[in-house]
């Protein structure tokens, strides 16, 4: 593990903050809503300009290269790329941050994806936040090249390979998979000393990782454990592995929908008034939760737009702070 082990902050100390896993771009039937399919580039960019505008913390965007036909049926081919979307975005906004949900180092080289997001944080101003993750599609993997066992291994080192490379223009890094010197990269990231780590995953290899080296932590679903139980492991080992070090705690949202819907929305879905929908917000505050990815129920554009201002003008205010 590389000893450049620096903590970049990017969440404030006293709120909890709130982003968007933007729709249309990945529709995997899993969580895509129907009204997605016939959507494209002008509902993404008007999407991205409400969040911006609303104020809104950041806007995802998940990564996969090919899709396995046996999977299709329930992930879809539907998966913008990753790097190009970002770029769309950056230029379609302000202040918005951009953040990879999750990019998928294994299938590339650290250079590479060094490359793109240098760029990408320099074309945004410096609003980049790199999530990571080992990605689970073992067809995908064997498509690419790339040792579907090994996954696990070359996350960790991919994620040493990329540090380096974001916090220094002449990177060096020796390691099992990748062996590297004397080559530049620029241009060179906005943010100082660099863009932002978060680590994707929610099993107990991905709470291990984002504790060692991590800046903050992505679940993707609920941790078997329970999110109390992935904290505090969460928090106990990086306080063993690197004592001191803060880290940012994320959670995603449960499906909300701001006021009445007058169409039936699955279960589990929060519905209701302002207060409602803070409650479970602030709970998860109180558990240390630092930023939260929320998710709307809705049947087009303009609801999804009109539930993104309703959220932020009356309910992220009530939950926000923290106590």
Not at 75 to 99: E, F, N, P, Q
Not at 211 to 232: C, F, K, S, T, Y
């Amino acid at each position: 593990m590389s000893a450049n082990l620096e903590v970049v902050r990017v969440c404030p100390d006293d709120a909890l903050v709130f982003g968007l896993h933007l729709p249309i771009a990945a529709q995997s039937r899993a969580f895509a809503q129907g009204w997605e399919k016939a959507c494209g580039p002008a509902e993404i960019r008007r999407i991205a300009e409400a969040a911006d505008q609303a104020g809104l913390f950041y806007l995802g965007i998940s990564d996969h290269v090919a899709i396995p036909r046996a999977l299709a049926p329930v992930m879809s081919t539907v998966w913008y790329d990753l790097v190009a979307t970002l770029g769309y975005l950056a230029a379609a906004t302000c202040r918005i941050k951009l953040l990879s949900y999750v990019a998928v180092l294994p299938y590339r080289h650290p250079l590479q994806s060094a490359k793109s997001f240098a760029t990408l944080d320099a074309l945004s101003d410096g609003r980049l936040i790199v999530g990571v993750g080992a990605g689970h599609a073992q067809d995908e993997f064997a498509g690419l090249g790339v040792s579907f066992g090994d996954r696990s291994a070359l996350l960790d080192e991919s994620i040493d390979a990329l540090r380096v490379a974001l916090l220094d223009e002449w990177p060096e890094h020796d390691g099992r998979f990748f062996s590297f010197r004397e080559l530049g990269v620029a241009p060179r990231p906005a943010q100082k000393p660099r863009p932002p780590i978060w680590v994707g995953g929610s099993t107990r290899a991905a709470l291990r990782r984002a504790a060692e080296r991590g800046d903050g932590w992505l679940p993707q679903g609920a941790p078997e454990m329970g999110m109390a139980a992935a904290i505090e492991t969460i928090r106990g080992h990086r306080e063993k592995m690197r004592a001191g070090a803060p880290i940012e705690i994320g959670m995603n949202a449960p499906w909300m929908y701001l006021g009445r819907p007058s169409f039936e929305v699955p279960e589990g879905t929060i519905t209701g008034s302002a207060e409602q929908l803070a409650e479970p917000l602030r709970a998860a505050a109180a558990l240390g939760v630092n930023h939260m990815g929320v998710r709307f129920r809705c049947r087009s554009v303009d609801e999804l737009i009109d539930q993104i201002h309703g959220f932020c003008r009356e309910v992220a205010p009530l939950a926000a702070r923290m106590t």
